[in-house]
């Protein structure tokens, strides 16, 4: 029940499920940061997903920053407003932006649980210790509508993962889930294979986002950096990505396979390209705020013009724990805003196929989820001869890895797919956003050569297709001179001819994983590997096209 004067923030509740275990009220004098978002002004008008038609000489201009801030972005009389609140409340205005549409505030327990109406409490979860609330917070009535979410009230440990790691197999054959005679390979080759065209992706900046997990927090080092692109062979520049802090998170300075892996196959495919590596922390805040940074930077900051982002967050289920339905709907908004600044983003769609938490029903990974992003999924390339190789969907069950993809929970068929028959989520049966968008090579089998803390050896994951890809996007927004951003309708529309289709057989038939069954593999998209691999050269091609047809050929997908 909100306080005499005070509304409850609709959507602002989080889940306490039964293994958070509470702990006591938080001490009143310890220090909080919180971030308010504010409501777009009046008369704003973004693009929405029905403005990207799909036709490239139709691709709609994105919007110049200055322009997005002052059409898009918070009233600053909004943004005054809420300031005033905070100070009023005994908080302290850490920063404002109007393009982020955020006011970051710091006070005292106390300060905050008068300022929001709730009664912070400490819970123990099996991520850790952490500070939340229980039921929804409130704000006073005369702010109703102004303040559209609250981040780090609540600052529980996202349930997030990289995807990439050195698997160990336990029940599955390479030989009947792999191509004939597959091995590591390296970045150059793959690209050799997927016909990437020459360019080195000059006067493009890829922003590679890190974060903390429960295997810790992320790093490099600039030696196992060096020793893995010697390893990829032909003489390659070693990447000197600029490092961005993310609320206080640095490079921990030790190498976590991850970290390594974006690095070294983003700057081996652009090797011109500038590489903007942001490291946060693990909680929601945390990567709302790096989110912001590469989407809205500041003045000196790098400004990427692609985004690869080779971490899940937790299934997208309406059940799940990781964010509030407030927060979910920011979130979904700053990678909108992405789209409207025309930046590409790229997020692999997980390594455990269509097991995400449930042991029971499958689950795709967010943010790969999101129709404003590329979903990555994973293949296995062997067979090598020349420019001839075999391709299978990827899939070694066991502790071996299988390439994610399945059906959103959280939001409906997107506009670019609805010519597609897609399949209904496994259990649920009901329709959704299906994910990877497309494919590429991910199997630790077929992986690419990686120092980590001065041991080598192969990595894979879906991992490696987020940055592979954002790499090939870079050359291909600076051969074609302007960065494309939002390209999943022209993707679409591409799909004939500059996809290369994964089927089955030979190779596995679907991405069931851990007892959890998982969705075929078949002729035209499916929930395994999208559309399958990019042919670099036909991409471009496609791109730099006049307008195409206005009947398009229609897509299948295998239910």
Known sequence: MALPGYRLLEGSEHAHPADHALLGASDPAESGTVTLVVRRRAGSKLLELTDFSGRP???????????????????????????????????????????????????????????????????????????????????????????????????????????????????????????????????????????????????????????????????????????????????????????????????????DGETGLDITVAGAIAQGAELAVYFTGGDAQNIIHALQLMFHPGAGDPQPTIVSISYGWGPDDEAAAAFSAAEYAQLDQLFQDAANLGITVLVSSGDSGAFIESTTQAQASYPATEPWVIACGGTTVGNIAGASFDEYAWNNGGTGGASGGGISARYPVPSYQSSLTLPVANGTKAAGRGIPDLAGNANEDSGYPQFINGQSGPVGGTSAVAPLYAGLLAIVNANLGRAFGFINPILYALAAQAFSDIVSPPGPANNSYNGVTGYAVGAGWDAVTGLGSIKGTALQAGLKAAPAPATQTPVTAKP
């Open 57 to 255: 000489g139709e691709h709609p201009e994105p919007f110049s920053r200055a322009d997005f801030a002052a059409q898009n972005g918070a009233d600053p009389a909004d943004i005054a407003q809420v300031e005033a609140f905070a100070r009023g409340h005994g908080l302290t205005v850490v920063e404002s932006d109007v393009a982020r549409r955020s006011v970051v505030v710091n006070g005292t327990v106390a300060s905050l649980n008068a300022a929001f109406g709730v009664a912070l409490h400490d819970y123990r979860s099996p991520r850790g210790k952490y500070r939340g609330y229980a039921g929804a917070l409130s704000m006073p009535a005369g702010m109703a509508g102004v303040v559209e979410a609250v981040f780090g009230l609540d600052n529980r440990k996202v349930p997030a993962q990289h995807y990439a790691a050195k698997r160990k197999k336990v029940s599955a054959s390479p030989e009947t889930t792999n191509p004939p005679n597959t091995a590591p390979v390296t970045p150059q080759q793959i690209a050799a294979l997927y016909d990437f065209p020459p360019g080195d992706g000059a006067g493009q900046t890829i922003g590679i986002y890190e974060m903390e997990t429960g295997d810790g927090p992320a790093g490099y080092t600039t030696q196992d950096l060096a020793d893995s692109i010697a390893a990829f062979g032909g003489n390659l520049k070693v990447p000197k990505p600029v490092d961005v802090s993310v609320d206080g998170v640095t490079n921990s300075g030790k190498s």
